[in-house]
Every structure is written in C-alpha cells, then in structure tokens.
T-cell receptor, first 117, second 110 residues
Framework: DAGVIQSPRHEVTEMGQEVTLRCKPI?????LFWYRQTMMRGLELLIY????????DSGMPEDRFSAKMPNASFSTLKIQPSEPRDSAVYFC???????????????FGEGSRLTVL | TQLLEQSPQFLSIQEGENLTVYCNSS?????LQWYRQEPGEGPVLLVT?????EVKKLKRLTFQFGDARKDSSLHITAAQPGDTGLYLCAVTSNTGKLIFGQGTTLQVKP
C-alpha cells in the first residue's frame, strides 16, 4: 500500500491567496483526520471525517478554513484567504475507527508545509 | 488547559543512557497510544496500551499504563541516536477525536 498521500509537500504563498491541500487516504480506511502542527501549539486536530461525513470540526480555527471529503479516496483542506499565522505543517491521517472511545491506529501522510508570506 | 501533559518537553542525552518520559492527565481513558515522529515525517504508532497497569515492551522501549488509566510512561534503555525524535502520547476523547499531547523532543548524541 502506498500509504496516505498528501500534496503539495511544500507551498509558499502570499497573504490573501487561496490554499488547497489534498489528501488520499489508505484504501479501506473509514476515518480521515486533518491536523496542523506548529512549534508553539503542537499537533492540533482541525477536523475529522467518518465514512466521508464530517463528525467534528470544532478545531477549525475560523471560517477561512474549510474541508471536504467528496468520496472515500479524497479530501481537501482549503484556506481562503490565507494569513501568515496559518504557516504550519498540515497532516492528513487515516484509520479505522473501532468504537466511540477508540480511534484505533492512525496512519499519517508526510505532511504539507505551508508558508504564508 | 491541555488534556494531556507530557514531560519533559525536551531531553538531550548521550548514547547509552536510560530515560523516561511521561504523559499525564486528570481524565480516565479506555486506551492510550504512543507515537514517534521523525523530522520531515508524520507520526508513527509505537504501541497502544489498554489495561490499567499494563506493561508492553518493544525492544529497548518499555511502555506502562497507569493503574487508574490516567497516565503513562515510556522508558528507553541504552538510548541510541536512532531513538532521536518527537514522542507523542494520544488518547481518544469522549467525542471520538484522537488528541495528542505536546510531545517530548528527544535528542540522543553519539
């Protein structure tokens, strides 16, 4: 299996531009998570999907952030407009949720490093 | 307030030394996971502990889940430079989210 695939690996953009990050989860997994990692705040959960349905988006910072999962093999995280404080590494992870209180093992992509100037 | 508190935040030791890192909470969890993240990569699962008091060993790494299932420790024996990385503990919240601690950054010098 190719693992979780994220693109782009690196993106540098200017403040105000739209940014779209993409993720292909591992085939057969029923959950997909988007995290953001910074030195200051660590690994923060932004949103997660179960069977393509958004379950909890309480970690999405503000309305500038949106995420979609149109099918089981693809998800996007969009930032519009982007701001310098959005600079971070964004990770996508997929897994199989075992139960309400057991997420199971998550498999992470290599991340998308975003720099907003 | 962090759900999970990890300590220490940073640790720099010489090859061959032993170390222990901690993951603490005031909440009870049905299970707890430990991940390791290397620079430029995503976290990778090391182990899941489920039962209070459980001890699991992975080569030179020993994981323990507290009796009350509120805390966990990771002990590394005879650390090697290849152990360098960010060690993260994680739990499933009551809303089904996998929440991570801030992590312990370990540097093992040759």
């Amino acid at each position: 299996d190719a693992g979780v695939i994220q693109s782009p690996r690196h993106e540098v953009t200017e403040m105000g531009q739209e940014v779209t990050l993409r993720c292909k989860p591992i085939s057969g997994h029923n959950s997909l998570f988007w995290y953001r990692q910074t030195m200051m705040r660590g690994l923060e959960l932004l949103i997660y999907f179960n069977n393509n349905v958004p379950i909890d988006d309480s970690g999405m910072p503000e309305d500038r952030f949106s995420a979609k999962m149109p099918n089981a093999s693809f998800s996007t995280l969009k930032i519009q407009p982007s701001e310098p404080r959005d600079s971070a590494v964004y990770f996508c992870a997929s897994g199989t949720i075992i139960g309400t209180f057991d997420t199971g093992e998550l498999f992470f992509g290599e991340g998308s490093r975003l720099t907003v100037l | 307030t962090q759900l999970l508190e990890q300590s220490p935040q940073f640790l720099s030791i010489q090859e061959g030394e032993n170390l222990t890192v901690y993951c603490n909470s005031s909440s009870v969890f049905s299970s707890l996971q430990w991940y390791r993240q290397e620079p430029g990569e995503g976290p990778v699962l090391l182990v899941t502990v489920v039962t209070g008091g459980e001890v699991k060993k992975l080569k030179r790494l020993t994981f323990q889940f507290g009796d009350a299932r509120k805390d966990s420790s990771l002990h590394i024996t005879a650390a090697q430079p290849g152990d360098t990385g960010l060690y993260l503990c994680a739990v499933t919240s009551n809303t089904g989210k996998l929440i991570f601690g801030q992590g312990t950054t370990l540097q093992v010098k040759p």
